[in-house]
T-cell receptor, first 115, second 110 residues
């Protein structure tokens, strides 16, 4: 069964550094998402992406965050200048249609640790 | 997303059926009920979804009441690997996101 893959599985970075988290969504999916989960807290929506542009973003997704689908297969999340509070699990997801019409398929996440 | 209410935690004996309830009294006529689960720090995993009729797949069954204000996820023969947090979500039309609550922490007891 096709799956969403994320790399790296664990990323450690220093505060103020830029990080790029990578995802390969399922190949025939058209909608792409990033979620995050701070340890012990709920899974939170960050951003959705469709037709090469952001379709919705949360308050968390400020100017320090950006997403890109550079080559038709990868989907990346960039954090320009990491903060301690960015430490979390970051999950990529994809779907065939919008969330109310089709299930999301999630990757197993990247654990980001900011020191 | 329409508000959902789930018990905080449940236990179930291994091999028995696990029945996880969810209330979604504000659901609209065209909104689906989705169930996901998250096994210890892994990514959320889609289980099943339905609109009005009961649904069954290789993982679970979903029973939706006739008024659609509540549903029950049934894992027919629970195994230790079914220990997870289970989320009942009703996405709103026009939203591009799922809103995860705290879900039900299901523990399968050997």
């Amino acid at each position: 069964e096709p799956e969403v893959t994320q790399t790296p599985s664990h990323q450690v970075t220093q505060m103020g550094q830029e990080v790029i988290l990578r995802c390969v969504p399922i190949s025939n999916h058209l909608y792409f998402y990033w979620y995050r989960q701070i340890l012990g807290q709920k899974v939170e929506f960050l951003v959705s992406f469709y037709n090469n542009e952001i379709s919705e973003k949360s308050e968390i997704f400020d100017d320090q965050f950006s997403v890109e689908r550079p080559d038709g297969s990868n989907f990346t999340l960039k954090i320009r200048s990491t903060k301690l509070e960015d430490s979390a699990m970051y999950f990529c997801a994809s779907s065939v249609r919008t969330v109310e019409n089709s299930p999301l398929h999630f990757g197993n996440g990247t654990r980001l640790t900011v020191t | 997303d329409a508000k959902t209410t789930q018990p905080t935690s449940m236990d179930c004996a291994e091999g028995r059926a696990a029945n996880l309830p969810c209330n979604h009294s504000t659901i609209s006529g065209n909104e689906y009920v989705y169930w996901y689960r998250q096994i210890h720090s892994q990514g959320p995993q889609y289980i099943i979804h339905g609109l009005k009729n009961n649904e069954t797949n290789e993982m679970a069954s979903l029973i939706i009441t006739e008024d659609r204000k509540s549903s029950t996820l049934i894992l027919p023969h629970a195994t230790l690997r079914d220990t997870a947090v289970y989320y009942c979500i009703v996405p709103n039309f026009g939203n591009e996101k799922l809103t995860f609550g705290t879900g039900t922490r299901l523990t399968i007891i050997p």
